[in-house]
């Protein structure tokens, strides 16, 4: 009785996974194995080698703004998990609230502020200072990781630190922890679920963006998310895109998987795989 | 170090901690011998954990000192205070099992890692826990976690060990059990107990000293005898077991009125006519023929309490609670009979004419049904 009514209620779930998550995920493995005219063949992964350094790109420069994420949201959601309830509630909210502005929108917002003419090089112009050339660095690029998907490694580092009994912690100092040990023994290995899904809901955007690669990046910083787009939107080769795809999804399983295994070490699971 | 205090390894010297206007502990002070096993009981709020705390050194007093061994630990942070405590709900450590959890503080103190795993060992044998080393703590039982907290704390050889309420989450017979055990533990181990409860029953049964509390004041320091037998004011006759209080007048040495009648009694010292309590025990009253009795009146209540009967008996208005093993029907009209040793006088304090009279429910009863009355854990919080 209660097996069936827990399939009942699966169903609908498992219907929308098998159309939209199933299905697609086999048209992108046809398109990859397959040339323009449908037939089976070799040559789109053959073809990969050439991207190799735009994956490597990728890689590189969303593990960079995940470190940063994290070295950024790590203090602060231990800090603030130790001060007044009130004061935890307004500042959560103001982590939030960016997000509920479009990412596109908040892309152009930095756009603007980082342009030739933007914001910035108009008030260093206003004190007489030399101006400076940002959009299109490297360092622009991961500015705009960094800063649209730091909620998302906050938040979940937060809630652990939020729930962790401080009665755990007098417990530690009791046993004669100072303040470093009390982290190291405890609260690190405690928050660490909350890291790795940090970790993960930050990385995997990142290393598959386009956009604010393209934005942020004027144009000359080619991330593979960026050379997905290109063949997919301007040269048209289907197949092509679907083989960096399929690359990209195994690239962020294996990523994922590493993860994992990571914090099973540390006695407590992640998320996903 | 002066010879009186040698002995004392806590002293807390007017101590008092307030949050905004809540006074949590009121001018408190309070020596605990080596090697005694100290209870500090209460009711929720009297300031037990409060106290308890600031041995630990999770607490700054407002004002006060408290000294260790004659010594001044105001400076000293809690990771280096020679005490442990054992926490209400353990407070064990989840992310480590039963051995590394025993051998969390050895570790800390970088105990070389044989000494490590013999004492570890040792301690598993002490609380019966041999064999669960590998077990995640989660997957015990509350009694079994109980005992990893004890050996977490005892394992580092602590002068004092402070233990915060931890029988409360443990049924009946466990409890009692454990009673015993911490009892014998304590001998075993040879080190102060500073244990915290709101059982009254559980203090009588393991203190060498009860320290009575109420409103951060300490209302009585004694043996679990004296404090039962010779109780100082109407709060300690209500709080410790049940106690019928009286407002009487002691005419002279020996000779108190209470309820028109005039009465012998063995306390002496008191002014002539001085208005006072008078404490007897529902036990030490005997239900006799009312033309036997000292005083008389109607049973308004008869509950079956298993070893002996709990009777109710109306005397001019004030409810008597008398503990017999002989039945008596409700509406029956009796007399009370009391042996001039049963009779206890006390001082008049801030608490007369508010306990003591069986017509009510207890003051915990009432406070339950407040909305504006916090529990201690809320207080403690406050003081964070």
Same mark, same amino acid.
């Given at each position: 009785m209660k097996k069936s009514t827990n399939a009942l209620l699966n169903a609908p779930y498992a219907v929308w996974a098998a159309i939209f998550v199933v299905v697609p995920l086999f048209i992108v493995l046809i398109y990859a194995f397959t040339d323009g005219e449908g037939n089976f063949s070799f040559a789109n992964i053959l073809a990969l080698k050439d991207y190799w350094y735009n994956f490597l790109l990728s890689l590189l420069y969303s593990l960079i703004a995940t470190v940063i994420t994290l070295l950024i949201a790590y203090p602060f959601a231990y800090a603030l998990s130790k001060t007044a309830e009130k004061t935890q509630r307004i500042q959560m909210m103001l982590v939030m609230l960016?997000?509920?502005?479009n990412l596109l929108i908040r892309t152009y917002s930095w756009m603007n502020i980082l342009d030739k003419n933007g914001v910035i090089n108009q008030i260093l112009t206003a004190m007489h200072l030399p101006t400076g050339?940002?959009?299109?660095?490297p360092g622009a690029v991961i500015f705009g990781m960094v800063y649209n998907y730091l909620p998302y490694m906050i938040l979940p580092i937060y809630t652990v630190m939020a729930k962790m009994d401080p009665a755990l912690i007098e417990a530690a100092r009791d046993l004669g922890c100072n303040g470093f040990n009390v982290w190291r023994r405890l609260v690190l290995p405690l928050s660490m679920p909350g890291v790795i899904s940090g970790i993960t809901m930050v990385f995997v955007p990142s290393v598959s963006t386009f956009y604010i690669s393209q934005k942020l990046g004027n144009g000359k910083i080619m991330l593979i998310g960026d050379t997905i787009e290109r063949q997919m939107?301007?040269?048209?080769?289907y197949n092509l895109g679907a083989a960096l795809s399929l690359v990209l999804m195994i690239l962020i399983l294996v990523s994922m998987f590493i993860m994992n295994r990571f914090a099973d070490k540390n006695g407590e699971g992640g998320m996903i795989v | 170090m002066d010879g009186i205090n040698s002995s004392n390894v806590v002293e807390l010297r007017n101590i008092t901690v307030q949050f905004e206007n809540d006074v949590?502990?009121?001018n408190l002070s309070l020596s605990i011998r080596d090697k005694e096993f100290v209870t500090l009981l209460?009711?929720?709020?009297?300031g037990k954990t409060t106290t308890l705390r600031l041995i630990a050194g999770f607490l700054e007093p407002n004002s006060g000192e408290i000294l260790f061994d004659g010594v001044?630990?105001?400076?000293?942070p809690a990771h280096k205070r020679p005490v442990n405590t054992i926490f209400q709900r353990y407070?064990?450590? /989840?992310?480590?099992?039963v051995y590394d959890n025993i051998a969390f503080g050895l570790k800390v103190a970088k105990v070389p890692k044989d000494d490590i795993a013999r004492r570890v060992d040792e301690m598993l044998e002490l609380v019966n826990?041999?064999?669960?080393?590998?077990?995640?703590?989660?997957?015990?039982?509350g009694g079994q976690q109980q005992r990893v907290a004890i050996a977490r704390a005892a394992i580092n050889n602590p002068k004092v060990l402070l233990l915060d309420?931890?029988?409360?989450?443990?049924?009946l017979k466990l409890r009692k059990d454990m009673q015993s055990e911490l009892k014998a533990m304590q001998r075993r181990l040879g080190i102060t107990f500073v244990f915290v409860t709101h059982d009254q029953e559980e203090a009588l049964s393991m203190s060498d000293t009860i320290v009575v509390m109420d409103n951060g004041k300490i209302q009585q320091i004694g043996s679990p005898t004296d404090i039962y037998?010779? /109780?100082?004011?109407a709060f300690v006759a209500d709080f410790i077991g049940e106690s019928n209080i009286i407002d009487g007048v002691?005419?002279?040495?020996r000779l108190v009125r209470f309820h028109n009648r005039t009465l012998e009694c063995v306390d002496s010292g008191f002014a002539p006519n001085e208005p006072v309590d008078v404490v007897i025990r529902p036990e030490d009253v005997d239900i006799v023929h009312p033309d036997k009795g000292l005083v008389c009146g109607t049973v308004t209540s008869v509950t079956f309490k298993g070893v002996h009967y709990e009777i109710i008996i109306d005397v001019d208005g004030f409810k008597w609670m008398v503990q017999t093993t002989d039945e008596s029907k409700v509406n029956d009209y009796v007399g009370l009979s009391i042996e001039p040793d049963a009779i206890h006088i006390m001082k008049r304090s801030?608490?007369?004419?508010?306990?003591?009279?069986?017509s009510y429910f207890s003051d915990e009863m009432e406070e339950i049904s407040n909305p504006d009355f916090g529990s201690e854990e809320t207080e403690d919080e406050k003081v964070d």
């Open positions: 960016p997000m509920w502005m050339e940002f959009l299109g660095t939107q301007m040269l048209n080769n | 949590i502990l009121d209460g009711p929720s709020g009297c001044d630990v105001k400076n000293v407070a064990l450590f /989840p992310n480590y099992n826990l041999k064999g669960f080393e590998k077990r995640p703590v989660q997957k015990l039982s309420e931890p029988l409360a989450a443990l049924d037998n010779e /109780p100082k004011n002691m005419l002279k040495d801030e608490y007369s004419g508010t306990m003591g009279d069986y």
